[in-house]
Nanobody, 124 residues
Framework: QVQLVESGGGLVQAGGSLRLSCAAS????????MAWFRQAPGKEREFVAA????????YYADSVKGRFTISRDNAKNTVYLQMNNLKPEDTAVYYC?????????????????WGQGTQVTVSS
């Protein structure tokens, strides 16, 4: 069983930056593809970014390309989401997810473990 704990959320002004972290425990971290999803009030959960177990392959939603960067440190069992040039529409609860698949996916059903989420609020 893998446990995921997100941190780093908060309130930021539009144009600002935040870095989210997700610490994993209970599994072989480097064997899991990792991803970030988000869910805004009244909306469905949506894919943000993912990377493969080695971190060599990354995937992004079109809405965050060029602004967000996913990375991981397998020695620390941690995945990160660097968010720059934040916009009010980025406001959501951000969830970390782990998949037993080697490569990431944009489909939430491909992920086996989920964190509790961290709130990101971007003010205009």
């Amino acid at each position: 069983q893998v446990q995921l704990v997100e941190s780093g959320g908060g309130l930021v002004q539009a144009g600002g930056s935040l870095r989210l972290s997700c610490a994993a425990s209970g599994g072989m971290f480097s064997s899991y593809a990792m991803a970030w999803f988000r869910q805004a009030p009244g909306k469905e959960r949506e894919f943000v970014a993912a990377n493969s177990g080695s971190g060599s392959s990354t995937y992004y939603a079109d809405s965050v390309k060029g602004r967000f960067t996913i990375s991981r440190d397998n020695a620390k069992n941690t995945v990160y989401l660097q968010m720059n040039n934040l916009k009010p529409e980025d406001t959501a609860v951000y969830y970390c997810a782990a998949s037993r698949r080697r490569y990431g996916s944009s489909r939430s059903r491909d992920y086996d473990y989920w964190g509790q989420g961290t709130q990101v609020t971007v003010s205009s």
